[in-house]
């Protein structure tokens, strides 16, 4: 029993001294010490890390000046792992809190930049896409001076590019299949929706043969 005693005890302090100090930091309990960590591998763009070890502090810091750019980082590090719609809420809620902030414009911009990532192929649901470009439209409406305008103005043509060429082939695939009503209901609302489309000739022509 002794032996056996002294074995799991020796074991026990073989594991401890393998223990990664990353695995000592973030259970150490310490505060300080774990958002040093955090800050320096986010630094180091190692942002696993970085996000759990934010995660643990977040609200140990709430209300002091650390937590602005603890809940700034935080959001970041969910971005650049490409959890877009949680960073798209992070980057929201950070704005919502931090209104005084310098970094609100950044995490406005970034809230919806990040919604805009997710927008897939024009074949699939396109709710993202759509609120994306409100998103982009409500930040030029609010930052009409800031460097960040031209870029949601492109994001936002882009976007509607994608939302006018779903409708067009929407209203195709209704031609093909012979549902005439459906295909002049799809195009006059493309007309409508988008009247600088470049496809008036085609449009005219499935709207002619329907």
């Given amino acids: 029993m002794n032996n056996l005693l002294k074995f799991l005890l020796v074991l026990a302090l073989f594991s401890q001294s393998c223990k990664s100090s990353y695995d000592k930091i973030r259970t150490s309990g310490d505060a300080p010490l774990v958002l040093k960590?955090?800050?320096?591998?986010?630094?180091?763009?190692?942002?696993?890390?970085?996000?759990?070890?934010?995660?643990?502090?977040?609200?140990?810091?709430?209300g002091q000046k650390e937590s602005e750019d603890i809940y700034f980082n935080f959001a970041y590090c969910h971005y650049y792992l490409?959890?877009?719609?949680?960073?798209?809420?992070?980057?929201?809620?950070?704005?919502?809190?931090?209104?005084?902030?310098?970094?609100?414009?950044?995490?406005?911009?970034?809230?919806?930049?990040?919604?805009?990532k997710t927008s897939p192929n024009y074949k699939?649901?396109?709710?993202?896409?759509e609120k994306a470009i409100e998103g982009f439209q409500s930040f030029?409406?609010?930052?009409?001076?800031?460097?960040?305008?031209?870029?949601?103005?492109?994001?936002?043509?882009?976007?509607?590019?994608?939302?006018?060429?779903?409708?067009?082939?929407?209203?195709?695939?209704?031609?093909?299949?012979?549902?005439y009503q459906?295909?002049?209901?799809?195009?006059?609302?493309?007309?409508?929706?988008?009247?600088e489309t470049k496809n008036h000739r085609e449009i005219r022509f499935f709207k002619g043969k329907s």
């Fill in 124 to 129: 699939l649901d396109q709710s993202g896409t």
């Fill in 37 to 62: 960590a955090a800050n320096q591998y986010y630094a180091k763009k190692n942002y696993l890390k970085a996000q759990t070890l934010y995660e643990l502090i977040i609200s140990s810091f709430k």
């Fill in 82 to 116: 490409s959890e877009f719609e949680l960073s798209s809420h992070l980057f929201k809620n950070f704005s919502n809190t931090f209104v005084n902030s310098p970094k609100r414009e950044e995490a406005l911009f970034m809230s919806n930049y990040a919604i805009y």
């Fill in 182 to 195: 459906a295909c002049l209901t799809t195009l006059d609302n493309l007309m409508v929706d988008f009247p």
């Fill in 140 to 179: 030029v409406n609010e930052f009409p001076e800031s460097s960040r305008v031209k870029d949601c103005n492109e994001k936002i043509d882009e976007l509607r590019s994608k939302l006018e060429t779903k409708a067009f082939e929407q209203g195709k695939l209704y031609y093909n299949v012979k549902s």
